[in-house]
T-cell receptor
Framework: SQELEQSPQSLIVQEGKNLTINCTSS?????LYWYKQKYGEGLIFLMM?????EEKSHEKITAKLDEKKQQSSLHITASQPSHAGIYLC???????????FGGGTRVLVKP | GAVVSQHPSRVICKSGTSVKIECRSL??????MFWYRQFPKQSLMLMAT?????????EQGVEKDKFLINHASLTLSTLTVTSAHPEDSSFYIC???????????FGPGTRLLVL
């Protein structure tokens, strides 16, 4: 099974509605990263979470890491067309180590 | 800050030729750079980790003689796809980290098409 599971795989929401993406690991994480990618482009760094129970927000995007550091969620409030794209979670297992990515969640926001 | 560039953005080549892709950190010194490939509608797969001045560490299943990585300075890493074949066609993305921060900043990617 995949080390990092993302759900849902795709999501269509009406503009103005909220949405949540989940990222689950079978093992405790050293760090969890959220990125956004537009098709055919590079990844844009959104947020990094490292402490159990940590929560960070930037504009309308909030990311949380659970106490056990095995599950993270990304929540977008009042979605806009600019929020459309592919959201990827990346997990770091140890300090200075590489990232393993989830399968991604494709988000489409309908105006 | 933390801008990473890649060149070229797109390349089309004939089967059997070699292609070099450059990854540069524009406003910071990158102690480590990573090379990924991404197939359509799939996630990123790490190919190798590159530290300045030392040999790259390749992931299992990635041929080091096929994908040559050079990290000559703290701002530049290159990936050369040697004797490219159609199955090497993919989207190649690099990332770079700043010492201590550990966050990876990604380049815009290079789309390679081998005919």
């Amino acid at each position: 099974s995949q080390e990092l599971e993302q759900s849902p795989q795709s999501l269509i929401v009406q503009e103005g509605k909220n949405l949540t993406i989940n990222c689950t690991s079978s093992k405790t994480l050293y760090g969890l990263y959220w990125y956004k990618q537009k098709y055919g482009e590079g990844l844009i760094f959104l947020m990094m979470l490292q402490k159990g129970g940590e929560e960070k927000s930037h504009e309308k995007i909030t990311a949380k890491l659970d106490e056990k550091k095995q599950q993270s969620s990304l929540h977008i409030t009042a979605s806009q067309p600019s929020h459309a794209g592919i959201y990827l979670c990346g997990a770091r297992r140890a300090a200075g180590n590489k990232l393993t990515f989830g399968g991604g969640t494709r988000v489409l926001v309908k105006p | 800050g933390a801008v990473v560039s890649q060149h070229p953005s797109r390349v089309i080549c004939k089967s059997g030729t070699s292609v070099k892709i450059e990854c540069r950190s524009l406003d910071f010194q990158a102690t480590t750079m990573f090379w990924y490939r991404q197939f359509p509608k799939q996630s990123l797969m790490l190919m190798a980790t590159s530290n300045e001045g030392s040999k790259a560490t390749y992931e299992q299943g990635v041929e080091k003689d096929k994908f040559l990585i050079n990290h000559a300075s703290l701002t530049l890493s290159t990936l050369t796809v040697t004797s490219a074949h159609p199955e090497d066609s993919s989207f190649y993305i690099c990332s770079a980290t700043i010492l201590v921060q550990e966050t990876q900043y990604f380049g815009p990617g290079t789309r390679l098409l081998v005919l």
